[in-house]
DNA sequence: ACAATATATCCGAATATTCGGATGAGTCAA
DNA sequence: TTGACTCATCCGAATATTCGGATATATTGT
């Protein structure tokens, strides 16, 4: 119960929200989220290791970037969950200007740098 | 997006939560709550209010007695989520617990009143 | 109107969460 | 090894949440 809870707060903030709604896309980095949300770097860092820690995403490291990625293997066991929430989370204005910032700074990073 | 996120705030707690698990079984006024929940009844009026303006139950005035239920109608929009992680609830030991100690009151209940 | 019961709200104290700048740790290329 | 770069963590200050006793409100029966 008081794990199910955990699960849950970690879901009870806008910009964990704005997140995980940017991970439905694919998998990406920090760098990356950095930019779309439009926020310092050590907040984006901290909601991604929260949203990690309750089972919602899982990181890997490529070099010298960290991609983030949504958790769909069983620790997720609600999956369902964030399949249901999928469709409330894509039609939130945030997360579609949020998409739109992302898109247009991938075409600046077609170098491979992050700013 | 902050609705949203109000949402699932209100799910990010175990006394919620079992509150919830509790209603599913049908619907219970505030004196059967406390009973089961075993805690002070400021804390689980408290609760209540805060599922009902999250859209996750609603209460009707039977006499002195408040009901609260399930939010099944549209305003749940999120039915699905209750029902997809109602099988997770339902699993935990609080769960269990909580409904023992819920039937046994409601036995001493049969006169009415709710001590 | 009054008393009894059930519920909601108020209150301050304790605790938890959030933020973002600063700093630490890891990675790679030169 | 040095420097550039990405990301994680630390830190104190601001804000929010939680708790339960006390109190207010509501409803019913007398």
Redesign the interface.
């Known amino acids: 119960?008081?794990t199910?809870?955990?699960r849950?707060?970690?879901?009870?903030?806008?910009t964990?929200?704005?997140l995980l709604a940017l991970l439905r896309g694919g998998e990406l980095c920090v760098c990356d989220l950095t930019a779309a949300l439009e926020l310092p770097q050590s907040t984006v860092s901290r909601h991604l290791a929260l949203l990690k820690s309750a089972g919602w995403i899982r990181g890997r490291r490529g070099g010298v970037w960290t991609y983030y990625s949504l958790e769909d293997g069983p620790a997720a066991?609600?999956a369902?969950?964030l399949q249901?929430?999928g469709g409330?989370?894509a039609a939130?204005?945030?997360?579609s200007r949020d998409r739109e910032v992302l898109e247009a700074y991938l075409k600046t990073k077609a170098d491979g740098r992050c700013d």
Not at 8 to 14: R, S
Not at 92 to 95: G, L
């Open positions: 119960m008081e199910l809870a955990t849950f707060k970690a879901l009870g903030d806008p964990r929200l704005r066991s609600g369902d969950v249901g929430i409330m989370l939130t204005p945030e997360s």
